[in-house]
């Protein structure tokens, strides 16, 4: 085999905090590669992966192990202990089916009309605050939407709170490096918020409240495993809170939504009228185009080759997502934001991959990138069709070279208006 390319250093951790979602697509450019080794994590060699064929490899389940090789911290503050994104084999196959199982047509539909009822119910509020921004807006919006569509009636005096502690689990994300404090916090929220499930799941399960059937809480709380047992009632939040905390994460896609109505010409007339599909391809293109998850952790279960490449057995694998996600030879002009390339995308599984990749069933890939989707077709026709508002001078910036990828000013929005002569 050819030798892999190496970014030279003994620990690069602190270089790719600093580079961010730059650091591995330019360290491909520079190798001209599809590979190159480096090492993280206080030495560990780790081999980066970028494309199609390394997304159908690290998704191959023969040859890439996925379980144990989540840092500590993202499982403790973000995924939860025991959470499905750690389980492998026939306990993930299991655990993904339950999971899936929420997706039906008539989930899905609800979802939908749910993402459109609130946001056209909030409008009065958003008038009234003058000056609204939009991620932050949009953390409480879906708090409310993701606990609803789950079947979970929250105290409304509590729910400012609930968004909040959301906001901390998704953020902790940014706490991986050095921010110990945001760690701590995080923490901290993912206790609260797990206590509250357990006890909406214990008294499901006494009968104390009647969550409706086909509800998250409901089927997760009658569920049993291939064994014929219950879950666990904290495993069972743990696997609840994994359908609400990353529903409250579409947060992100939203702000780089409405900059993007904002920031390129014409597409908020065409998210209005949305022709042939056209709100869908934006959505795409959103997820395509925002910085979001920079690449996914694995492990070589065998000695394997890639693009004639040899990588060892038990050798730490990272798939470039970000990277995929920007790279010409699947997306012409990457760095255009251009839904209509949507026109004639195949649906390959293993080039759109903001959310993962492969198979919703048998791989790691994100059980609510349909959910995701579907949030989005409606919030940004909403932003786009529904309201009309004024973006007044802010920094729109969206730094590349930072964790986590987000709009410097979080997107604020003013006088905000109906939109009577609505398309
Ligand atoms: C897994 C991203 C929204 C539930 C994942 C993965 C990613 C991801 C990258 C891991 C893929 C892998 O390890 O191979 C996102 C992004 C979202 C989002 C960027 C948008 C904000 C959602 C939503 C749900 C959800 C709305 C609600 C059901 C899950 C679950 C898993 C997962 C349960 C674990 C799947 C497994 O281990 O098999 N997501 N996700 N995600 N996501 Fe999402």
Do not use: A, H
């Given at each position: 085999g050819k030798r892999i390319p190496k970014d030279r250093g003994i620990d690069n951790s602190l270089k790719i905090m600093k580079e961010g979602y730059e650091y591995v697509p330019s360290r491909m450019k520079k190798f001209n590669t599809n590979i190159f080794e480096t090492n993280v994590l206080g030495g560990k060699t780790a081999v980066v992966i970028s494309g199609k064929n390394a997304a159908e490899l690290f998704y191959d389940n023969d040859k890439t192990e996925r379980k144990g090789t989540l840092p500590k911290r993202v499982v403790k503050t973000l995924f939860g202990k025991g959470a499905i994104h750690t389980t492998a084999g026939k306990t993930h196959l299991d655990r993904k089916a339950l999971f899936m199982s929420l997706m039906t047509d008539e989930n899905l539909a609800y979802l939908r009309k749910l993402t459109r009822n609130y946001w056209f119910q909030n409008i009065e509020n958003m008038q009234y605050q003058r000056k609204v921004n939009v991620y932050n807006e949009s953390t409480l919006l879906l708090t409310k939407i993701g606990l609803r569509w789950a079947g979970i009636v929250e105290n409304p005096d509590n729910i400012n709170k609930m968004a909040d502690d959301m906001n901390k689990m998704i953020d902790s994300f940014s706490a991986i490096g050095s921010l110990y404090g945001g760690y701590r916090e995080a923490k901290k929220a993912r206790a609260r918020v797990e206590q509250f499930l357990e006890d909406q799941i214990v008294a499901t399960r006494k009968g104390k409240i009647h969550p409706e059937k086909g509800t998250a809480l409901y089927e997760f709380s009658h569920w049993k495993d291939m064994n014929g047992k219950p879950m666990d009632a904290r495993l069972c939040a743990i696997d609840l809170m994994n359908v609400i905390r990353p529903l409250v994460a579409i947060n992100k896609f939203v702000s780089f939504g409405v900059l993007a109505l904002h920031e390129f010409p014409g597409e908020r007339i065409r998210v209005a009228l949305n022709e042939d599909d056209y709100a869908y391809k934006f959505v795409q293109e959103v997820r395509r185009y925002y910085p979001f998850v920079p690449f996914l952790p694995g492990k070589a279960k065998e000695n394997i080759t890639f693009e004639g490449y040899k990588i060892k057995k038990d050798t730490m694998m990272v798939l470039d997502v970000y990277g995929t996600l920007h790279r010409d030879d699947l997306f012409s002009e990457p760095d255009r934001f251009n839904p209509?390339?949507?026109?004639?995308?195949?649906?390959?599984?293993?080039?759109?991959?903001?959310?993962?990749?492969?198979?919703y069933y048998t791989n790691h890939r994100c059980a609510g990138e349909w959910m995701t989707i579907i949030i989005m077709e409606e919030t940004m026709k909403f932003f786009a069709n529904e309201i009309s508002y004024n973006v007044p001078p802010q920094d729109f910036t969206v730094d590349t070279t930072k964790f986590p990828g987000k709009v410097a000013s979080g997107m604020d929005i003013e006088d905000i208006k109906v939109n009577i002569d609505r398309t």
């Open positions: 209509y390339r949507f026109d004639v995308w195949d649906g390959s599984p293993f080039d759109l991959i903001p959310q993962g990749g492969g198979d």
